[in-house]
């Protein structure tokens, strides 16, 4: 069992920052490959970002450039940084581990395993 605990979130002004944490659990976090995602008022959940457990990366076109996915596998944490922050930002972000073994960066929910309760993050205009 892999507990996911997500923190950071808040209410920011458009062009702000925010940073998002995710701490897990387990002793093999290195292995497992994880996930940002988000998930806005009557729109389904998107993979935000994604990396592998060897580090590879897949960001979506519309945070390409501001928003930037790193992990402390010392920590067991997953971190997000999102910078120039755009009201359309605005969603319930949650983290998600992916036990299996691959080699790259998976953007499909049905993939992930466990799943953090999410943080919310409101972007005003």
């Known amino acids: 069992q892999v507990q996911l605990v997500e923190s950071g979130g808040g209410v920011v002004q458009a062009g702000g920052s925010l940073r998002l944490s995710c701490a897990a659990s387990?002793?093999?976090?290195?292995?497992?490959?994880m996930g940002w995602f988000r998930q806005a008022p009557g729109k389904e959940r998107e993979c935000v970002t994604a990396i592998s457990s060897g580090g590879r990366i897949y960001y979506a076109d519309s945070v390409k450039g501001r928003f930037t996915i790193s992990r402390d596998n010392a920590k067991n944490t997953l971190i997000l940084q999102m910078n120039s922050l755009k009201p359309e930002d605005t969603a319930v972000y949650y983290c998600?581990?992916?036990?299996?073994?691959?080699?790259?960066?998976?953007?499909?929910?049905?993939?992930?395993?466990?799943w953090g309760q999410g943080t919310q993050v409101t972007v005003s205009s």
């Open positions: 387990g002793r093999t976090f290195s292995s497992y490959g």
């Open positions: 998600a581990a992916d036990v299996a073994r691959r080699s790259v960066p998976i953007i499909a929910p049905n993939y992930y395993d466990y």
